[in-house]
């Protein structure tokens, strides 16, 4: 297999100038709903993290989620809810399932972190090139 290149997605910084970022379109899915969510690839991320405002989207009921604290930089008290989702990464025919935690007030629309992201491909970052490269793990 191949490995899948991606540029770097360029978006403007708190101290006004341009960042690039390894950012990534995925579908997520909940029973019949699904959308895309472009999210980062983090690998200080452990799991993944999805904007609250993707469980509307999606069907899913934020009273029938498990509640749990989310840590992070910044706000201590931020807390978020697990729903279990399908995804695919654009470029890969692969549907995975897993456990994410839906977060209220995240500046991104997704986190992409080491459970799901790093332990299902290869990735090769080259920022200097603005560009990154997924193979998918078998």
């Known amino acids: 297999m191949k490995w899948k290149e991606y540029n770097y997605t360029?978006?403007?910084s708190l101290r006004?100038?341009?960042?690039?970022?390894p950012m990534i379109s995925m579908?997520?899915?909940?029973?019949?709903?699904?959308?895309?969510c472009f999210s980062l690839i983090d690998s200080g991320t452990d799991s993944t993290l999805i904007n609250s405002e993707f469980m509307q989207l999606l069907g899913i009921d934020e009273s029938k989620c498990k509640k749990v604290k989310v840590g992070g930089v910044g706000n201590s008290d931020l807390y978020?809810?697990?729903s279990k989702v399908k995804f695919s990464i654009d470029g890969f025919d692969d549907t995975?399932?897993?456990?994410?935690?839906?977060?209220k007030?995240?500046?991104t629309s997704g986190l992409?972190?080491?459970k799901d992201i790093f332990e299902n491909f290869k990735i090769r970052f080259e920022k200097k090139h603005r560009k990154f490269y997924l193979l998918k793990e078998k």
């Open 10 to 12: 360029a978006e403007f």
């Open 16 to 21: 006004d100038d341009i960042v690039y970022r």
């Open 27 to 36: 579908v997520i899915r909940s029973g019949a709903y699904s959308h895309n």
């Open 80 to 82: 978020g809810f697990i």
């Open 96 to 103: 995975l399932e897993t456990e994410v935690i839906f977060v």
């Open 105 to 107: 007030d995240m500046v």
């Open 112 to 114: 992409l972190g080491q």
